[in-house]
């Protein structure tokens, strides 16, 4: 839908205070132009688009990107790291409650900044005593998230763990077939 033309504002010669003006001087007009100033008249005779219903237009949505700290937890091989990324955050009724991330654009975010999580993983928050999910990572890089609302404290900080995508620890799996005799095979993978 494109938006209905805004109408050209009125522009008016305001008269001036009575000074001596010498002869040089031209003489200006005391009256007030009644005559608006059209900066595009094609526009200002162009039908309205087709299906415009009229009313006004309304502004577009604006985002508010603030800087959201990600303390990520790798348990894969234990290794800590901290990364910066900016998105959206929703502020709940209650400023103490801290706010609310949508989990798709935290992803985007992170995986195309230096941190992004490389190999294949599962990444969860924790709300209260439960995980929660919100991105895969497949051993081919591809990334597999949904739109889901991550609890961010009112420090602006979301706390992130990256497991293995293995239902049992793949040292643990590992240390099990080498006491069985059995050698696992370079690339191998537990989906």
Same mark, same amino acid.
């Given at each position: 839908?494109?938006?209905? !033309? ?49 009313? !006004? ?20 091989? +234990? ?39 490389? +190999? ?22 591809? &990334? ?27 040292? &643990?799996?590992?240390? &099990?077939?080498?006491?069985? +005799? &059995? ?9």
């Amino acid at each position: 839908m494109q938006a209905a !033309p805004l109408p050209t504002p009125v522009q008016y010669d305001l008269p001036e205070p009575h000074r001596r003006h010498s002869r040089s001087h031209s003489h200006r007009s005391h009256r007030l132009s009644a005559t608006p100033a059209v900066q595009n008249p094609s526009s200002a005779s162009a039908p309205p688009p087709a299906g415009y219903a009229g009313g !006004p237009t309304p502004a577009p949505a604006v985002r508010y990107l603030r800087t959201l700290t990600l303390l990520i937890d790798d348990l894969r091989n +234990g290794e800590s790291q901290l990364a910066e990324v900016r998105v959206p955050l929703k502020a709940p009724d209650n400023p103490e409650d801290g706010f609310w991330a949508d989990a798709k654009e935290v992803c985007s975010e992170l995986q195309a900044s230096p941190s992004r999580i490389d +190999g294949e993983a599962k990444v969860y928050a924790m709300r209260g005593k439960f995980k929660q999910y919100f991105m895969r990572v497949s051993s081919e890089g591809d &990334i597999e998230s949904m739109s889901a609302n991550l609890k961010v404290s009112k420090e602006r900080t979301l706390e992130v763990f990256v497991e293995d995508v293995c239902f049992v620890p793949r040292q &643990i799996l590992i240390g &099990i077939l080498t006491d069985a +005799g &059995i050698e696992p095979a370079t690339g191998w993978s537990c989906d």
